[in-house]
């Protein structure tokens, strides 16, 4: 037992000495004691070598981290450019913006910095600006997706992310637009309720749970956390509570931050900005953002495509070109370079076990 522990210590220091020493790693399987553990670290981030390997093919290029979190792959990623090199770095999280401007204090003191952070959703990183010109309309070189949210964000309860801390229910990551989970929850009917789990969550327990909260939501508003934990409880069984809590959880987080839609726009709306031989680098945590990584990739990496009716003046002309064939020839985008996603190694997995549903999938400008 004790070799075994002292084996992951190693592990841990090598890896990490490797990597940056300001991000102290966590050790423990079980997902409470990391969090416990993991106090004073923001996160720890997942898969950065394997990342910023993919992601820089020229470090004189302009790149984006979408989810700039604790800083970890911002600070590899800047530490592998040289002086041409340019970052933008987006969180819509105040919390992570303050942190950055900490942790990267020199270097956004230097009068031309190459790290420019932006308080704003990474859909924006599609009309990004250097010098004040309209920049990069097509020369990115490589954007980094390290979606979902920070152990930072779970541990500290903040807007209400974490069914382990008791907080108002709020769980909108920045943008101020949409509703907070507490008043989605007051105002939504049943049936879009039961929706949300099942499509967002894909939580077996989503009838019963949508039933529970408009029963208690007559008597009582679902205002905090542990008044969502509460009504879970009370519909599944105990040894199944944990996944459905963190299904519940991960359900409304998703709908009101739309985290969906806006991957989806903002990984179709990014590949004509970048380079040939720009790189998307991925990394998802659950299957629902796979999925959509998955396609999209496989979409624009396609060679042909089937023919759509509407793009002829005349019926008669779809007619007629669909007896010759079903489909037209497109110029593929993207070349996938990741047939299978990548997954975090085992050494990893011994110090960072929130690494554990990692998938990360790659593809290059063409
Ligand atoms: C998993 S963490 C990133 C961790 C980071 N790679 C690191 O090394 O510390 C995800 C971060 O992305 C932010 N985020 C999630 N969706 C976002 C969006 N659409 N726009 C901007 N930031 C987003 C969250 O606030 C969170 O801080």
Known sequence: MKGKHNK???NRKRVMRSVDDE?????ARDGTATAERNAGAYHVP???KECCDALITDPNGTYIDGTLGGGGHTAEILRRLDKDGVLFSFDEDA???AEA???FENELRKSSPQLMLRHENFSFACSIKRDGKPQAQNNIMGILLDLGVSSRQLDTGGIGLSYRVNSHLDMRFGSRDGLPVSELIATTGQGVLEQILRDFGEEPFARAIARRIVDVRRVAPVLTTFDLRAIVEECVPPHLRQQSLSRV????????NNELGVLEETLRGIVPRLAKGGRIVVIAYHSLEDRI????FHECSRRSMPINPDDFDTPEAAREAMIKSTTVEVEPQLKILTKKPLTPSDEELSYNYRARSAKVRIAEKT
Do not use: D, S, Y
């Not at 991000?23 to 050790?27: K, S």
């Not at 959880?249 to 009101?256: E, H, N, P, Y």
């Not at 990584?293 to 999209?296: A, C, H």
């Open 8 to 10: 992951h210590r190693e």
């Open 23 to 27: 991000t102290a790693p966590v050790l």
């Open 46 to 48: 997942v898969m950065l």
């Open 95 to 97: 919390a992570a913006i």
């Open 101 to 103: 401007q900490r942790r």
């Open 249 to 256: 959880f991960q359900a409304f987080r998703i709908a009101v």
């Open 293 to 296: 990584v998955k396609n999209v």
